[in-house]
Nanobody
Framework: QVQLVESGGGLVQAGGSLRLSCEVS????????MGWFRQPPGKEREFVAA????????EYSDSVKGRFTIARDDARNTVYLQMNSLKPEETANYYC?????????????????WGQGTQVIVSS
């Protein structure tokens, strides 16, 4: 059984930083792309960032480029999302996702496994 467990969410002031972690069990991630998505209250889930199997190729939504960084540690079977200069409109549940492929995609439908999410609240 594959499980993804996110952690690191919480309450932060605008302009602050958080580092989210996603630990995967039940499958190794070393040959898989991974992604982060978020769902603001009352809105659709949206793509945030993705990283390919090698860690050399990343992709970000335009809204987070230059402020967020996705990284992976295959030895720990964990993916991270460093979020800097957070904005109130980025308040959301953040989800980690496992893709059954080496290549990244922004399409949530291409991801096979999902975590339960971790809540991020950015106060103004």
């Amino acid at each position: 059984q594959v499980q993804l467990v996110e952690s690191g969410g919480g309450l932060v002031q605008a302009g602050g930083s958080l580092r989210l972690s996603c630990e995967v069990s039940g499958r190794t991630i070393y040959s898989n792309a991974m992604g982060w998505f978020r769902q603001p209250p009352g809105k659709e889930r949206e793509f945030v960032a993705a990283i390919d199997w090698s860690g050399h190729i990343t992709e970000y939504s335009d809204s987070v480029k230059g402020r967020f960084t996705i990284a992976r540690d295959d030895a720990r079977n964990t993916v991270y999302l460093q979020m800097n200069s957070l904005k109130p409109e980025e308040t959301a549940n953040y989800y980690c996702a496992f893709q059954d492929s080496r290549e990244i995609t922004v399409d949530s439908g291409e991801y096979k496994y999902w975590g339960q999410g971790t809540q991020v609240i950015v106060s103004s």
